[in-house]
């Protein structure tokens, strides 16, 4: 499937720097890049970008090097900083997945991301039915109970269902699949906006609670079948959402709360 990306009409206008210049120029080259604005012109010398964005050479080459650290840039001998293959970057880096989210909405995006998360989520549950500790249950016991409150209006539909999910991968006690909360949290933000908007609802509380129940029981089994069957459900709704020529998939996702 070609991709195609939004209009970078924006990106040539004058740039929107935060007050931190650093991050502000990191982000605003961040999202030229991932949007695709560089493949088919160089990217800019720290003398032409320092000139264009009206910052100093200093943040102009620490910006550079946040980017070359997160795999989207390198500098090569003869040719100057240039940007590198996407099969280079660093898909973990929370601000490198935020671009790729925000850009033109991706269903083969979204479904790569949770065939990760099918990959690593259900196990996680099954550790924290066996190693979770008192705290980290009533962790997710909270996720549970927010969620709860979120179908009532009484707190935020998003972050209720990423606290949830957090709270599993720390309840794993496995500092790997803790390290991927900060992926799971940006990342979801998508993924759950898109299934919010497609189902014209918010998450199943009841597949939540069964993943809740069963780690509180303390049966490693069950809480990786209710986590598979959580997340598959997300996969089959993409599929099926594709199947039905995806209508909306040419528009970002939109907030559910």
Wanted: proline residues 4%; charged residues 25%.
């Amino acid at each position: 499937m070609a991709t195609s990306y939004p209009s970078l009409a924006a990106e040539h206008s004058e740039p929107q720097l935060g007050r931190n210049l650093t991050y502000g120029l990191l982000d605003s080259l961040g999202r030229a890049i991932v949007t695709g604005r560089y493949e088919t012109e160089a990217f800019p010398t720290e003398a032409e970008l320092a000139k264009q964005h009206r910052v100093s050479r200093s943040v102009t080459r620490e910006a550079v090097k946040m980017l070359t650290a997160k795999g989207l840039l390198s500098a090569r001998p003869r040719q100057g900083t240039v940007v590198q293959p996407a099969t280079m970057w660093n898909l973990f880096d929370t601000d490198l997945l935020s671009w790729l989210l925000e850009r033109k909405f991706s269903l083969d995006l979204l479904r790569h991301f949770n065939q990760l998360r099918v990959a690593i989520e259900p196990e996680a549950a099954a550790l924290a039915a066996r190693f979770g500790e008192p705290e980290d249950l009533a962790g997710i016991s909270a996720g549970l109970e927010r969620m709860a409150a979120a179908e009532r209006g009484h707190d935020d539909t998003l972050e209720a269902d990423i606290a949830f999910h957090v709270a599993i991968l720390h309840a794993s006690k496995n500092p790997f699949y803790a390290q991927f909360r900060d992926a799971v949290g940006t990342a979801l933000h998508t993924s759950i906006r898109f299934t919010n908007r497609i189902r014209d609802r918010s998450a199943s509380l009841a597949d939540h609670a069964a993943v809740h129940d069963a780690i509180m029981a303390r049966d490693p089994d069950g809480a990786r079948a209710a986590m598979r069957m959580l997340i598959g459900d997300v996969l089959n709704l993409i599929d099926d959402f594709e199947n039905q020529g995806g209508a909306a998939a040419s528009s970002p996702p939109v907030s559910s709360s």
